[in-house]
């Protein structure tokens, strides 16, 4: 996969790791557009391991924001993903490690990106 970039956020593969990194000017409530679909396809081959998500947003998360990391944890223990890794100021580390947890996913939260993407990929 190529790295894709929008405006407001990004996604690209390194590895068998996909990152996603929502700026501080993404609407949480559109999670489920473009972002939505860029994910799915990505883990339709089943070959992504781990996902780290960067999110920088200035608005807090809403019901739908949280139905949509709910769904996408779904997704990504339903083709194989083993661990995920969110960068995030506390507040959204916590409430979205709650949603993704709910799915068996092995999910923690980081204040690095760097050190997110290393455990991501299992070194350690």
């Known amino acids: 996969m190529a790295r894709s970039r929008r405006d407001d956020w990004s996604v690209e593969q390194t590895g068998d790791v996909l990152i996603f990194e929502f700026g501080p000017e993404m609407d949480p409530s559109r ?7 860029t994910y799915k396809d990505a883990l339709d081959d089943g070959s992504i391991g781990g996902i780290v998500t960067v999110v920088e947003t200035d608005e807090p998360f809403d019901a ?19 661990r995920w890794a969110i960068v995030a100021d506390r507040l959204k580390r916590l409430s979205t490690r709650s949603q993704l947890d709910a799915n068996g996913l092995d999910v923690r939260g980081f204040e690095d990106r760097g050190e997110a ?3 991501a990929r299992g070194d350690g």
């Open 64 to 82: 739908s924001a949280f139905e949509m990391w709910e769904v996408a944890g779904q997704r990504a223990a339903a083709t194989g993903v083993e």
């Open 117 to 119: 993407l290393g455990w």
């Open 31 to 37: 999670f489920g557009g473009g972002p939505w679909e």
